[in-house]
Protein backbone atom coordinates (compact mmCIF):
# COMPACT_ATOMS: atom_id res chain seq x y z
CA UNK A 1 0.00 0.00 0.00
CA UNK A 2 1.13 3.68 -0.78
CA UNK A 3 2.40 5.78 1.91
CA UNK A 4 1.00 9.08 -0.25
CA UNK A 5 -1.76 8.68 -2.51
CA UNK A 6 -3.58 11.13 -3.77
CA UNK A 7 -6.81 10.71 -6.33
CA UNK A 8 -7.67 14.20 -8.10
CA UNK A 9 -6.74 16.83 -5.95
CA UNK A 10 -7.68 19.83 -6.77
CA UNK A 11 -6.97 24.07 -5.02
CA UNK A 12 -8.60 26.73 -5.96
CA UNK A 13 -7.40 29.70 -3.95
CA UNK A 14 -10.71 32.13 -3.48
CA UNK A 15 -11.01 35.66 -3.81
CA UNK A 16 -12.92 38.08 -6.29
CA UNK A 17 -10.94 35.96 -9.37
CA UNK A 18 -11.06 32.24 -8.20
CA UNK A 19 -7.11 31.09 -9.05
CA UNK A 20 -7.02 27.58 -9.36
CA UNK A 21 -3.77 26.67 -7.94
CA UNK A 22 -3.48 22.63 -8.50
CA UNK A 23 -5.85 20.62 -10.80
CA UNK A 24 -6.54 16.62 -11.01
CA UNK A 25 -3.07 15.59 -9.04
CA UNK A 26 -2.75 11.94 -8.93
CA UNK A 27 0.21 11.08 -7.11
CA UNK A 28 2.04 8.00 -5.28
CA UNK A 29 5.03 8.00 -2.69
CA UNK A 30 5.95 4.57 -1.55
CA UNK A 31 7.12 4.02 2.15
CA UNK A 32 11.38 4.77 1.65
CA UNK A 33 10.93 6.80 -1.42
CA UNK A 34 13.01 9.82 -2.02
CA UNK A 35 10.61 12.11 -4.37
CA UNK A 36 11.71 15.60 -6.13
CA UNK A 37 8.57 17.57 -6.80
CA UNK A 38 9.99 20.36 -8.88
CA UNK A 39 8.44 22.83 -11.04
CA UNK A 40 8.88 26.78 -12.05
CA UNK A 41 7.39 29.43 -9.18
CA UNK A 42 4.00 29.36 -9.30
CA UNK A 43 3.32 25.65 -10.17
CA UNK A 44 1.98 24.65 -7.58
CA UNK A 45 4.45 22.46 -6.01
CA UNK A 46 4.74 24.14 -2.47
CA UNK A 47 0.84 23.99 -2.15
CA UNK A 48 1.26 19.98 -2.99
CA UNK A 49 3.43 20.14 -0.06
CA UNK A 50 1.70 21.63 1.70
CA UNK A 51 -1.93 19.56 1.48
CA UNK A 52 0.75 16.38 1.39
CA UNK A 53 1.99 17.78 4.94
CA UNK A 54 -1.65 18.69 6.32
CA UNK A 55 -1.21 21.97 6.42
CA UNK A 56 -4.06 22.78 4.41
CA UNK A 57 -6.93 21.03 2.70
CA UNK A 58 -7.76 20.20 -1.04
CA UNK A 59 -10.55 21.84 -2.47
CA UNK A 60 -11.41 18.70 -4.04
CA UNK A 61 -10.11 14.97 -4.48
CA UNK A 62 -8.72 13.08 -1.36
CA UNK A 63 -5.42 12.27 -0.13
CA UNK A 64 -4.79 9.08 1.40
CA UNK A 65 -1.75 8.92 4.00
CA UNK A 66 -0.94 5.41 5.03
CA UNK A 67 -4.34 4.14 3.57
CA UNK A 68 -6.10 6.58 5.67
CA UNK A 69 -8.52 9.29 4.21
CA UNK A 70 -7.18 12.56 5.49
CA UNK A 71 -10.62 14.48 4.79
CA UNK A 72 -12.40 12.39 7.67
CA UNK A 73 -9.29 13.23 9.93
CA UNK A 74 -9.92 16.11 13.10
CA UNK A 75 -8.22 19.26 13.61
CA UNK A 76 -6.48 17.24 16.45
CA UNK A 77 -5.48 14.14 14.52
CA UNK A 78 -4.53 15.90 11.56
CA UNK A 79 -2.14 17.97 14.16
CA UNK A 80 -1.26 14.64 15.87
CA UNK A 81 -0.16 13.11 12.32
CA UNK A 82 1.86 16.25 11.73
CA UNK A 83 3.46 15.80 14.85
CA UNK A 84 3.75 12.36 14.97
CA UNK A 85 4.23 11.25 11.49
CA UNK A 86 5.50 14.04 9.04
CA UNK A 87 9.00 16.46 9.71
CA UNK A 88 9.24 19.43 8.42
CA UNK A 89 11.94 21.43 6.90
CA UNK A 90 11.37 25.16 5.84
CA UNK A 91 13.30 27.46 2.86
CA UNK A 92 13.16 29.85 5.32
CA UNK A 93 13.85 27.49 8.82
CA UNK A 94 10.89 29.01 10.62
CA UNK A 95 13.06 28.94 14.13
CA UNK A 96 11.56 30.75 17.11
CA UNK A 97 14.05 33.70 17.46
CA UNK A 98 15.49 33.91 20.90
CA UNK A 99 15.30 30.47 21.81
CA UNK A 100 18.39 28.22 22.09
CA UNK A 101 18.92 25.37 19.73
CA UNK A 102 17.88 23.04 22.00
CA UNK A 103 14.68 24.59 22.81
CA UNK A 104 14.05 25.03 18.96
CA UNK A 105 14.87 21.43 18.60
CA UNK A 106 12.52 20.44 21.59
CA UNK A 107 9.20 22.31 20.58
CA UNK A 108 8.05 19.86 18.51
CA UNK A 109 8.40 17.55 21.73
CA UNK A 110 6.05 19.65 23.28
CA UNK A 111 3.12 18.61 21.45
CA UNK A 112 3.70 14.78 21.63
CA UNK A 113 3.26 11.86 24.27
CA UNK A 114 6.60 11.73 25.21
CA UNK A 115 7.18 12.16 28.64
CA UNK A 116 9.00 15.43 29.25
CA UNK A 117 11.99 13.56 31.00
CA UNK A 118 13.25 12.00 28.16
CA UNK A 119 13.25 15.62 25.56
CA UNK A 120 16.75 17.13 26.17
CA UNK A 121 18.07 12.96 25.34
CA UNK A 122 16.11 13.12 22.12
CA UNK A 123 16.93 17.05 21.30
CA UNK A 124 20.54 16.21 21.80
CA UNK A 125 20.26 12.94 19.40
CA UNK A 126 19.32 14.82 16.75
CA UNK A 127 21.35 17.82 17.55
CA UNK A 128 24.67 15.70 17.34
CA UNK A 129 23.46 14.15 14.51
CA UNK A 130 23.46 17.21 12.29
CA UNK A 131 26.75 18.46 13.89
CA UNK A 132 25.22 21.07 16.36
CA UNK A 133 26.52 19.67 19.75
CA UNK A 134 29.02 22.75 20.44
CA UNK A 135 25.47 25.18 19.23
CA UNK A 136 23.34 23.89 21.76
CA UNK A 137 22.71 26.78 23.90
CA UNK A 138 23.38 29.06 20.59
CA UNK A 139 20.42 31.31 19.62
CA UNK A 140 19.23 31.39 15.75
CA UNK A 141 20.75 34.55 15.37
CA UNK A 142 24.34 33.30 16.48
CA UNK A 143 23.96 30.79 13.75
CA UNK A 144 24.64 30.64 10.11
CA UNK A 145 22.15 30.02 7.08
CA UNK A 146 23.46 26.44 6.79
CA UNK A 147 23.55 25.76 10.99
CA UNK A 148 20.02 27.12 10.90
CA UNK A 149 18.54 24.82 8.54
CA UNK A 150 20.47 22.11 10.62
CA UNK A 151 18.47 23.02 13.31
CA UNK A 152 15.31 22.55 11.14
CA UNK A 153 16.41 19.46 10.22
CA UNK A 154 17.26 18.57 13.54
CA UNK A 155 13.39 19.81 14.57
CA UNK A 156 12.20 17.95 12.13
CA UNK A 157 13.46 14.64 12.97
CA UNK A 158 13.10 15.26 16.88
CA UNK A 159 9.57 12.90 17.29
CA UNK A 160 11.13 10.21 14.40
CA UNK A 161 8.42 10.70 11.90
CA UNK A 162 8.27 8.13 8.83
CA UNK A 163 7.69 11.52 6.19
CA UNK A 164 10.27 14.26 5.87
CA UNK A 165 9.14 17.14 3.85
CA UNK A 166 11.38 19.65 2.60
CA UNK A 167 9.97 22.63 1.17
CA UNK A 168 13.07 24.68 -0.42
CA UNK A 169 15.41 23.24 1.85
CA UNK A 170 18.61 25.13 -0.19
CA UNK A 171 16.81 28.23 -1.42
CA UNK A 172 18.36 30.48 0.96
CA UNK A 173 22.03 28.96 1.40
CA UNK A 174 25.48 28.95 -0.47
CA UNK A 175 26.29 25.89 -2.33
CA UNK A 176 28.52 24.77 0.64
CA UNK A 177 26.13 24.71 3.58
CA UNK A 178 23.48 23.51 0.63
CA UNK A 179 25.23 20.39 0.25
CA UNK A 180 25.52 19.35 3.96
CA UNK A 181 22.13 20.01 4.17
CA UNK A 182 20.94 17.25 1.23
CA UNK A 183 23.63 15.24 2.40
CA UNK A 184 21.68 14.61 5.59
CA UNK A 185 18.67 14.09 3.81
CA UNK A 186 20.04 11.78 1.35
CA UNK A 187 21.29 9.75 5.19
CA UNK A 188 17.72 10.11 6.15
CA UNK A 189 16.97 9.03 3.13
CA UNK A 190 19.18 5.87 3.78
CA UNK A 191 18.03 5.79 7.02
CA UNK A 192 14.59 4.61 5.93
CA UNK A 193 12.81 8.02 6.14
CA UNK A 194 10.58 8.87 2.89
CA UNK A 195 11.46 12.08 1.89
CA UNK A 196 9.57 14.54 -0.20
CA UNK A 197 11.81 17.65 -1.66
CA UNK A 198 10.31 20.29 -3.12
CA UNK A 199 12.87 22.63 -5.74
CA UNK A 200 13.51 24.91 -8.94
CA UNK A 201 16.70 23.53 -9.27
CA UNK A 202 17.50 20.53 -11.17
CA UNK A 203 20.54 19.84 -9.63
CA UNK A 204 19.29 19.16 -6.14
CA UNK A 205 16.06 17.50 -7.38
CA UNK A 206 18.61 15.13 -8.70
CA UNK A 207 19.82 13.87 -4.89
CA UNK A 208 16.36 12.04 -5.27
CA UNK A 209 15.21 8.61 -7.23
CA UNK A 210 12.26 9.74 -8.66
CA UNK A 211 10.61 13.64 -9.44
CA UNK A 212 8.16 14.75 -10.95
CA UNK A 213 7.33 18.05 -12.76
CA UNK A 214 4.64 20.47 -11.67
CA UNK A 215 3.44 23.11 -14.45
CA UNK A 216 0.64 25.41 -14.27
CA UNK A 217 -1.08 23.10 -11.09
CA UNK A 218 -0.60 20.05 -12.74
CA UNK A 219 1.69 17.21 -12.32
CA UNK A 220 3.45 17.35 -16.36
CA UNK A 221 5.84 14.79 -15.90
CA UNK A 222 7.38 11.92 -13.90
CA UNK A 223 10.42 9.53 -13.88
CA UNK A 224 13.74 9.35 -13.55
CA UNK A 225 15.89 12.37 -11.97
CA UNK A 226 18.50 12.22 -14.42
CA UNK A 227 15.61 12.96 -17.26
CA UNK A 228 13.78 15.97 -15.45
CA UNK A 229 13.19 18.02 -18.49
CA UNK A 230 14.43 21.24 -18.51
CA UNK A 231 11.68 23.32 -15.43
CA UNK A 232 10.91 26.77 -16.83
CA UNK B 1 1.04 17.69 32.15
CA UNK B 2 4.12 17.77 30.94
CA UNK B 3 3.62 19.79 27.88
CA UNK B 4 1.19 21.99 30.25
CA UNK B 5 4.44 23.16 32.33
CA UNK B 6 6.67 23.01 29.06
CA UNK B 7 3.47 25.86 27.20
CA UNK B 8 4.10 27.72 30.65
CA UNK B 9 7.38 28.32 30.37
CA UNK B 10 7.08 29.31 27.08
CA UNK B 11 4.69 31.72 28.06
CA UNK B 12 6.89 32.91 30.57
CA UNK B 13 9.48 33.30 28.09
CA UNK B 14 7.11 35.40 25.71
CA UNK B 15 5.77 37.68 28.38
CA UNK B 16 9.55 37.97 29.72
CA UNK B 17 11.25 38.48 26.41
CA UNK B 18 9.84 41.86 26.35
CA UNK B 19 9.81 43.34 29.94
CA UNK B 20 9.43 47.21 28.82
CA UNK B 21 6.23 46.21 27.32
CA UNK B 22 4.81 43.53 29.88
CA UNK B 23 5.67 45.84 32.66
CA UNK B 24 3.41 48.66 30.86
CA UNK B 25 1.10 46.63 29.78
CA UNK B 26 0.20 45.63 33.51
CA UNK B 27 0.59 48.93 35.02
CA UNK B 28 -3.00 48.75 35.58
CA UNK B 29 -3.46 45.81 37.14
CA UNK B 30 -0.61 46.97 39.50
CA UNK B 31 -2.30 50.21 40.11
CA UNK B 32 -5.72 48.50 40.78
CA UNK B 33 -4.29 45.61 42.92
CA UNK B 34 -2.33 48.06 45.20
CA UNK B 35 -5.35 50.41 45.35
CA UNK B 36 -6.80 47.42 46.70
CA UNK B 37 -4.37 46.08 49.41
CA UNK B 38 -3.99 49.40 50.54
CA UNK B 39 -7.56 50.54 50.88
CA UNK B 40 -8.09 46.92 52.52
CA UNK B 41 -5.26 47.23 54.54
CA UNK B 42 -6.57 50.75 55.57
CA UNK B 43 -9.80 49.60 55.87
CA UNK B 44 -8.79 46.80 58.40
CA UNK B 45 -6.68 48.48 60.41
CA UNK B 46 -9.26 51.27 60.65
CA UNK B 47 -11.81 48.34 62.11
CA UNK B 48 -9.56 46.72 64.35
CA UNK B 49 -8.49 50.23 66.06
CA UNK B 50 -12.06 51.29 66.42
CA UNK B 51 -13.48 47.90 67.29
CA UNK B 52 -10.57 47.43 69.57
CA UNK B 53 -11.17 50.79 71.36
CA UNK B 54 -15.00 50.36 71.55
CA UNK B 55 -14.02 46.94 73.18
CA UNK B 56 -11.63 48.08 75.05
CA UNK B 57 -14.18 49.68 77.42
CA UNK B 58 -15.85 46.46 77.73
CA UNK B 59 -18.42 44.39 76.20
CA UNK B 60 -20.34 45.01 79.94
CA UNK B 61 -21.21 48.21 79.47
CA UNK B 62 -24.32 50.23 78.69
CA UNK B 63 -24.59 53.76 77.55
CA UNK B 64 -27.37 56.19 78.31
CA UNK B 65 -28.00 58.89 76.70
CA UNK B 66 -30.68 61.77 77.02
CA UNK B 67 -33.00 62.56 73.64
CA UNK B 68 -33.65 60.54 71.09
CA UNK B 69 -30.91 58.48 68.94
CA UNK B 70 -29.71 60.81 66.80
CA UNK B 71 -29.88 59.06 62.81
CA UNK B 72 -27.59 61.86 61.22
CA UNK B 73 -25.68 65.17 62.44
CA UNK B 74 -28.10 67.30 62.91
CA UNK B 75 -30.06 65.34 65.49
CA UNK B 76 -26.82 65.51 67.66
CA UNK B 77 -27.57 69.29 68.89
CA UNK B 78 -30.76 67.96 70.45
CA UNK B 79 -28.91 65.51 72.37
CA UNK B 80 -25.99 67.70 73.49
CA UNK B 81 -29.19 69.78 75.36
CA UNK B 82 -31.93 67.22 76.02
CA UNK B 83 -31.87 66.88 79.60
CA UNK B 84 -33.66 64.27 80.62
CA UNK B 85 -31.02 62.14 82.20
CA UNK B 86 -30.23 63.95 85.74
CA UNK B 87 -29.09 62.80 88.63
CA UNK B 88 -32.85 61.23 89.90
CA UNK B 89 -32.38 59.07 86.80
CA UNK B 90 -28.48 57.82 87.20
CA UNK B 91 -30.05 57.20 91.39
CA UNK B 92 -32.86 55.04 89.95
CA UNK B 93 -30.53 52.82 87.42
CA UNK B 94 -28.41 52.27 90.90
CA UNK B 95 -30.79 50.52 92.47
CA UNK B 96 -30.48 46.43 92.33
CA UNK B 97 -34.64 45.95 92.02
CA UNK B 98 -34.43 48.22 88.81
CA UNK B 99 -31.30 46.66 86.95
CA UNK B 100 -30.59 43.55 89.11
CA UNK B 101 -27.45 43.18 87.07
CA UNK B 102 -26.25 46.48 87.81
CA UNK B 103 -22.15 46.54 89.21
CA UNK B 104 -21.29 50.07 88.47
CA UNK B 105 -22.09 53.52 86.98
CA UNK B 106 -20.98 56.63 86.37
CA UNK B 107 -22.53 60.17 84.76
CA UNK B 108 -20.92 61.98 82.02
CA UNK B 109 -20.85 65.65 81.69
CA UNK B 110 -19.17 67.94 78.76
CA UNK B 111 -17.92 71.38 80.03
CA UNK B 112 -17.33 73.90 77.90
CA UNK B 113 -15.00 76.41 79.12
CA UNK B 114 -11.04 77.05 78.95
CA UNK B 115 -8.50 75.87 81.32
CA UNK B 116 -5.95 78.73 82.69
CA UNK B 117 -2.70 78.29 84.84
CA UNK B 118 -0.95 81.70 85.26
CA UNK B 119 -0.95 83.37 81.75
CA UNK B 120 -1.23 79.89 80.30
CA UNK B 121 -5.17 79.51 78.50
CA UNK B 122 -5.58 76.11 76.60
CA UNK B 123 -8.71 74.65 75.50
CA UNK B 124 -9.15 70.55 76.33
CA UNK B 125 -12.02 68.72 76.48
CA UNK B 126 -13.35 68.57 79.97
CA UNK B 127 -15.20 65.39 81.65
CA UNK B 128 -17.39 66.20 84.48
CA UNK B 129 -17.06 62.48 85.62
CA UNK B 130 -15.56 59.78 87.80
CA UNK B 131 -11.75 59.19 88.00
CA UNK B 132 -11.91 55.92 89.41
CA UNK B 133 -14.33 54.88 86.62
CA UNK B 134 -12.63 56.21 83.58
CA UNK B 135 -9.06 54.94 84.78
CA UNK B 136 -10.99 51.64 84.83
CA UNK B 137 -12.34 52.06 81.72
CA UNK B 138 -10.06 53.51 79.30
CA UNK B 139 -7.59 51.96 81.20
CA UNK B 140 -5.34 55.26 81.36
CA UNK B 141 -1.76 54.65 83.34
CA UNK B 142 -1.50 57.82 86.26
CA UNK B 143 2.17 59.66 85.54
CA UNK B 144 2.02 61.00 88.77
CA UNK B 145 -0.77 62.14 91.96
CA UNK B 146 -3.62 60.45 92.92
CA UNK B 147 -6.98 60.22 91.09
CA UNK B 148 -10.07 62.16 93.13
CA UNK B 149 -12.68 59.22 94.30
CA UNK B 150 -15.90 58.72 95.78
CA UNK B 151 -15.30 60.56 98.11
CA UNK B 152 -14.52 63.67 96.31
CA UNK B 153 -17.39 63.21 94.69
CA UNK B 154 -19.89 63.55 97.16
CA UNK B 155 -18.45 66.68 98.35
CA UNK B 156 -18.43 68.17 95.09
CA UNK B 157 -14.19 68.86 95.23
CA UNK B 158 -12.87 70.95 93.04
CA UNK B 159 -10.17 68.93 91.77
CA UNK B 160 -9.03 68.08 88.71
CA UNK B 161 -7.12 65.24 86.75
CA UNK B 162 -4.69 66.13 83.68
CA UNK B 163 -4.08 64.83 80.29
CA UNK B 164 -0.11 64.42 79.89
CA UNK B 165 -0.30 67.15 77.18
CA UNK B 166 -2.58 69.81 78.81
CA UNK B 167 -0.31 69.43 81.95
CA UNK B 168 2.83 69.92 79.59
CA UNK B 169 1.49 73.34 77.95
CA UNK B 170 -0.51 74.75 81.08
CA UNK B 171 2.83 74.38 83.66
CA UNK B 172 5.62 74.02 80.72
CA UNK B 173 7.78 71.58 83.03
CA UNK B 174 6.76 72.45 86.64
CA UNK B 175 5.24 70.25 88.90
CA UNK B 176 1.48 70.42 88.73
CA UNK B 177 0.41 68.62 91.35
CA UNK B 178 -1.25 70.72 93.76
CA UNK B 179 -1.12 73.59 91.91
CA UNK B 180 -4.39 75.81 91.33
CA UNK B 181 -5.94 75.92 87.81
CA UNK B 182 -8.77 78.02 87.00
CA UNK B 183 -12.12 75.89 84.70
CA UNK B 184 -14.34 79.11 83.78
CA UNK B 185 -14.88 80.84 87.09
CA UNK B 186 -13.80 78.24 89.54
CA UNK B 187 -10.66 77.01 91.06
CA UNK B 188 -9.58 73.54 90.55
CA UNK B 189 -6.58 71.69 91.98
CA UNK B 190 -4.51 69.47 90.47
CA UNK B 191 -4.15 65.85 92.23
CA UNK B 192 -3.07 63.89 89.48
CA UNK B 193 -2.10 63.65 85.48
CA UNK B 194 -2.06 61.03 82.84
CA UNK B 195 0.49 59.06 80.92
CA UNK B 196 0.63 59.97 77.52
CA UNK B 197 -0.63 58.09 74.85
CA UNK B 198 -3.37 56.48 76.13
CA UNK B 199 -7.47 56.31 75.91
CA UNK B 200 -7.94 55.34 72.08
CA UNK B 201 -11.15 56.55 71.45
CA UNK B 202 -10.91 59.40 73.73
CA UNK B 203 -7.75 61.44 73.16
CA UNK B 204 -6.61 61.45 77.12
CA UNK B 205 -3.50 63.63 76.23
CA UNK B 206 -5.65 66.95 75.67
CA UNK B 207 -8.66 66.34 78.80
CA UNK B 208 -9.37 67.55 82.27
CA UNK B 209 -11.20 64.67 84.57
CA UNK B 210 -13.53 66.76 87.30
CA UNK B 211 -15.78 65.26 89.59
CA UNK B 212 -19.24 64.94 87.78
CA UNK B 213 -20.91 66.41 90.64
CA UNK B 214 -18.45 69.27 90.98
CA UNK B 215 -19.33 69.86 87.43
CA UNK B 216 -23.15 69.56 87.74
CA UNK B 217 -23.22 72.32 90.36
CA UNK B 218 -20.62 74.77 89.08
CA UNK B 219 -19.96 74.50 85.55
CA UNK B 220 -23.53 73.27 84.20
CA UNK B 221 -26.23 75.84 83.03
CA UNK B 222 -28.39 73.08 83.09
CA UNK B 223 -28.96 69.84 85.92
CA UNK B 224 -28.30 67.24 83.51
CA UNK B 225 -25.92 64.65 81.96
CA UNK B 226 -25.04 64.34 78.87
CA UNK B 227 -24.75 60.30 79.00
CA UNK B 228 -24.21 57.41 82.01
CA UNK B 229 -21.67 54.21 81.61
CA UNK B 230 -22.99 51.77 83.16
CA UNK B 231 -21.53 48.46 83.79
CA UNK B 232 -23.39 45.11 84.54
CA UNK B 233 -21.99 42.04 85.70
CA UNK B 234 -21.53 39.99 82.07
CA UNK B 235 -22.25 40.45 78.65
CA UNK B 236 -24.73 38.12 78.72
CA UNK B 237 -26.71 40.43 81.22
CA UNK B 238 -26.55 43.78 78.85
CA UNK B 239 -29.60 42.63 76.70
CA UNK B 240 -32.07 41.80 79.49
CA UNK B 241 -30.06 45.08 81.60
CA UNK B 242 -30.73 47.09 78.74
CA UNK B 243 -34.87 46.15 78.96
CA UNK B 244 -34.40 46.59 82.83
CA UNK B 245 -32.92 50.15 82.15
CA UNK B 246 -35.54 51.36 79.71
CA UNK B 247 -38.17 50.02 81.75
CA UNK B 248 -36.96 52.31 84.58
CA UNK B 249 -36.98 55.67 82.58
CA UNK B 250 -39.96 54.87 81.58
CA UNK B 251 -41.48 54.50 84.24
CA UNK B 252 -39.66 57.69 85.84
CA UNK B 253 -41.07 59.94 83.00
CA UNK B 254 -44.73 58.57 83.04
CA UNK B 255 -43.57 57.27 78.75
CA UNK B 256 -45.96 54.16 78.00
CA UNK B 257 -45.35 54.50 74.54
CA UNK B 258 -41.37 53.38 73.18
CA UNK B 259 -41.48 55.83 70.54
CA UNK B 260 -41.79 59.03 72.73
CA UNK B 261 -38.73 57.47 74.76
CA UNK B 262 -36.93 60.48 76.20
CA UNK B 263 -33.76 58.44 76.06
CA UNK B 264 -31.49 56.13 74.05
CA UNK B 265 -29.46 52.99 75.22
CA UNK B 266 -26.81 51.92 73.43
CA UNK B 267 -24.35 48.94 73.70
CA UNK B 268 -20.61 48.30 73.11
CA UNK B 269 -22.05 45.53 70.63
CA UNK B 270 -24.44 47.71 68.55
CA UNK B 271 -21.43 50.11 68.41
CA UNK B 272 -19.24 47.68 66.99
CA UNK B 273 -21.84 46.68 64.57
CA UNK B 274 -22.58 49.37 63.24
CA UNK B 275 -19.05 50.38 62.71
CA UNK B 276 -18.29 47.27 60.88
CA UNK B 277 -20.78 47.60 58.62
CA UNK B 278 -19.90 51.20 57.90
CA UNK B 279 -16.34 50.19 57.20
CA UNK B 280 -17.61 47.28 54.98
CA UNK B 281 -20.22 49.13 53.23
CA UNK B 282 -16.88 52.25 52.56
CA UNK B 283 -14.69 49.27 51.42
CA UNK B 284 -16.36 47.80 49.30
CA UNK B 285 -17.73 51.11 47.53
CA UNK B 286 -13.47 51.82 47.22
CA UNK B 287 -12.90 48.30 45.77
CA UNK B 288 -15.75 48.92 43.08
CA UNK B 289 -13.77 52.00 42.04
CA UNK B 290 -10.83 50.20 42.03
CA UNK B 291 -12.55 47.63 39.72
CA UNK B 292 -12.57 50.12 37.23
CA UNK B 293 -8.89 50.32 37.39
CA UNK B 294 -8.75 46.78 36.77
CA UNK B 295 -11.21 46.71 33.64
CA UNK B 296 -9.06 49.13 32.44
CA UNK B 297 -5.94 46.99 32.75
CA UNK B 298 -7.83 44.18 31.25
CA UNK B 299 -8.72 46.23 28.34
CA UNK B 300 -4.79 46.92 28.09
CA UNK B 301 -3.71 43.24 28.17
CA UNK B 302 -6.69 42.45 25.76
CA UNK B 303 -5.17 45.28 23.27
CA UNK B 304 -1.03 44.19 23.71
CA UNK B 305 -2.39 40.66 23.42
CA UNK B 306 -3.77 41.10 20.09
CA UNK B 307 -1.05 42.92 19.11
CA UNK B 308 1.21 39.96 19.98
CA UNK B 309 -1.24 37.69 17.93
CA UNK B 310 -0.72 39.35 14.84
CA UNK B 311 3.24 39.83 15.58
CA UNK B 312 3.59 36.11 16.42
CA UNK B 313 1.47 34.73 13.86
CA UNK B 314 4.08 32.97 11.69
CA UNK B 315 5.39 31.11 15.33
CA UNK B 316 1.84 30.15 15.56
CA UNK B 317 1.79 28.90 12.40
CA UNK B 318 5.08 27.06 12.66
CA UNK B 319 3.75 25.61 16.31
CA UNK B 320 0.90 24.32 14.22
CA UNK B 321 2.97 22.67 11.76
CA UNK B 322 4.70 21.28 14.62
CA UNK B 323 1.58 19.17 16.01
CA UNK B 324 0.11 21.98 18.23
CA UNK B 325 -3.45 21.52 18.07
CA UNK B 326 -6.14 24.91 18.44
CA UNK B 327 -6.47 24.66 22.54
CA UNK B 328 -2.23 23.85 22.32
CA UNK B 329 -2.47 27.49 21.43
CA UNK B 330 -5.71 28.70 22.96
CA UNK B 331 -3.65 27.43 26.16
CA UNK B 332 -0.52 28.95 25.32
CA UNK B 333 -1.61 32.87 24.45
CA UNK B 334 -4.12 32.59 27.47
CA UNK B 335 -1.31 31.31 29.90
CA UNK B 336 0.31 34.46 29.01
CA UNK B 337 -2.19 36.90 29.49
CA UNK B 338 -2.92 35.57 32.55
CA UNK B 339 1.14 35.33 33.56
CA UNK B 340 1.08 38.78 32.65
CA UNK B 341 -2.33 40.25 34.65
CA UNK B 342 -0.86 37.52 37.59
CA UNK B 343 2.74 39.30 37.64
CA UNK B 344 0.86 42.76 37.90
CA UNK B 345 -1.33 41.19 40.56
CA UNK B 346 1.89 39.86 42.52
CA UNK B 347 3.62 43.05 41.93
CA UNK B 348 0.34 44.78 43.20
CA UNK B 349 0.15 43.37 46.62
CA UNK B 350 3.77 43.89 46.93
CA UNK B 351 3.64 47.42 46.47
CA UNK B 352 0.06 47.44 48.22
CA UNK B 353 1.60 45.90 51.46
CA UNK B 354 4.04 48.16 51.11
CA UNK B 355 2.25 51.16 51.09
CA UNK B 356 -0.24 49.79 53.39
CA UNK B 357 2.28 49.26 56.12
CA UNK B 358 3.88 52.83 55.48
CA UNK B 359 0.30 54.36 55.92
CA UNK B 360 -0.24 52.61 59.08
CA UNK B 361 3.09 53.66 60.47
CA UNK B 362 2.33 57.42 59.36
CA UNK B 363 -1.13 57.36 60.91
CA UNK B 364 0.42 55.52 64.02
CA UNK B 365 2.52 58.30 64.30
CA UNK B 366 0.29 61.58 62.83
CA UNK B 367 -2.73 60.50 64.85
CA UNK B 368 -1.01 58.95 67.90
CA UNK B 369 -2.82 55.85 68.07
CA UNK B 370 -1.44 52.17 67.84
CA UNK B 371 -2.60 51.30 64.17
CA UNK B 372 -2.03 47.66 63.92
CA UNK B 373 -0.99 46.37 60.21
CA UNK B 374 -1.83 43.66 59.30
CA UNK B 375 -1.17 41.13 56.11
CA UNK B 376 -4.29 41.76 53.98
CA UNK B 377 -4.63 38.08 53.13
CA UNK B 378 -7.85 38.21 52.00
CA UNK B 379 -7.56 41.09 50.10
CA UNK B 380 -4.19 39.61 48.72
CA UNK B 381 -5.75 36.41 47.86
CA UNK B 382 -8.67 38.53 46.16
CA UNK B 383 -6.44 40.40 44.36
CA UNK B 384 -4.15 37.29 42.81
CA UNK B 385 -7.27 35.65 41.68
CA UNK B 386 -9.01 39.13 40.56
CA UNK B 387 -5.71 39.85 38.54
CA UNK B 388 -5.65 36.14 37.11
CA UNK B 389 -9.46 36.52 36.30
CA UNK B 390 -9.11 39.55 34.48
CA UNK B 391 -6.21 37.77 32.26
CA UNK B 392 -8.31 35.05 31.43
CA UNK B 393 -11.65 37.62 30.67
CA UNK B 394 -9.38 39.54 28.70
CA UNK B 395 -6.77 37.23 27.03
CA UNK B 396 -9.61 34.84 26.12
CA UNK B 397 -10.40 36.66 22.90
CA UNK B 398 -6.66 36.87 21.45
CA UNK B 399 -5.82 33.42 22.67
CA UNK B 400 -9.22 32.64 20.48
CA UNK B 401 -8.01 34.84 17.74
CA UNK B 402 -4.37 32.66 17.56
CA UNK B 403 -5.52 29.29 18.13
CA UNK B 404 -8.15 29.61 15.18
CA UNK B 405 -5.57 30.91 12.60
CA UNK B 406 -5.10 27.90 9.70
CA UNK B 407 -1.52 27.15 9.64
CA UNK B 408 -0.57 27.41 6.51
CA UNK B 409 -2.12 30.97 6.52
CA UNK B 410 -0.27 31.51 10.03
CA UNK B 411 3.39 30.36 8.01
CA UNK B 412 2.59 32.27 5.20
CA UNK B 413 1.90 35.68 7.29
CA UNK B 414 4.96 38.28 6.12
Redesign the interface.
Known amino acids: MALIETKGIEKVFGGETPTVALRNINFIVDRGEFVSIVGPSGSGKSTLLQILGLLDSPTAGSYFLDGKDTSTLSDEELAKLRNRTLGFVFQSFNLLARTSVLENVKLPLAYSNFPSRSWDKMAMAQIEAVGLLKRVYHEPSQLSGGERQRVAIARALVTNPEIIFADEPTGNLDSASGKVVMDTLTRLHHEGKTVILITHDRNVARRAHRAVLCRDGAIVWEGDVNDIPEIS | M ?2 F ?3 AR ?1 AS ?1 AVG ?1 NRVRSGLTVLGIVIGVTSIILIVSIGEGAQSLILGQIQGLGAETIVIRPGRKPSGPTDMAQTLFADSIKQREVDALKRKENVPDYVSSAPLLMVSDSVTYGSNIEHPTIYGWSAEFMVSMIKAKIRVGTIFDEEDIKQEAAVAVLGSQISDDLFAGDDPIGKSIRIGTKNFRVVAVLQGGGGGLLNTDKMVVIPYSTALTYLSSGKHYNEVMLKVSSPEAVARSVEDIKATLRELHSITDPAKDDFYVETQQAAIDQIGTILSVLTAFLSAVVAISLVVGGIGVMNVMLVSVTERT ?2 IG ?9 S ?1 ILTQFLLEAVLLTMVGGAIGIVLGVLFGYGASIALSQNLNVDWAFAFPWRAALIGLGVSGGVGIVFGIYPARQASQK ?3 EA ?1 RYE
Open positions: SSFYTSRAKELRKALGATNDSPIL
